[in-house]
């Protein structure tokens, strides 16, 4: 979200996006629902969010998505275990877990939740918090 809207750490997120970034395919439907639900809310206009969303839609199509899959669920149904995630903090914690342990290069956790980075360490993620 912070990506799209201004809000505290976004500084800390656009230039993120100057190197190859990647995501969860939930992140498609996450935050979308974000920007709707804050245009229901009137902080934008309607307009002004499907503007965000088609915006989404195009960073997406330019990282690595990491898709839903039962490695990915297994995994975070492992995690909700272990820690006291919420269910998309879970996915999204195991693409990333996934990600790191396939690639070539590091991999590094960036959020806005610090008990999240927490977990992401508490796993042997490297991780950011641009709260």
């Excluded at 201004?6 to 500084?11: P, Q, V, Y």
Aim: positive net charge; aromatic residues 4%; hydrophobic residues 45%.
């Amino acid at each position: 979200m912070k990506r799209y809207i201004r809000e505290a750490g976004g500084d800390k997120v656009r230039p993120l996006f100057r190197r190859r970034v990647a995501a969860s395919a939930i992140s498609g439907i996450e935050v979308p629902a974000a920007i709707w639900r804050r245009a229901r809310e009137g902080d934008l206009s309607e307009a002004r969010a499907h503007d965000l969303v088609k915006k989404v839609v195009e960073d997406l199509a330019e990282m690595i998505v990491v898709e839903m899959r039962r490695s990915v669920t297994e995994l975070a149904r492992e995690l909700v275990e272990r820690h006291p995630l919420r269910a998309y903090d879970a996915v999204q914690l195991a693409c990333a877990l996934l990600l790191a342990e396939r690639a070539a290069t590091a991999v590094t956790f960036i959020c806005a939740d610090h008990r999240l980075c927490d977990v992401a360490v508490a796993e042997q993620l490297r991780s950011t918090n641009i709260g």
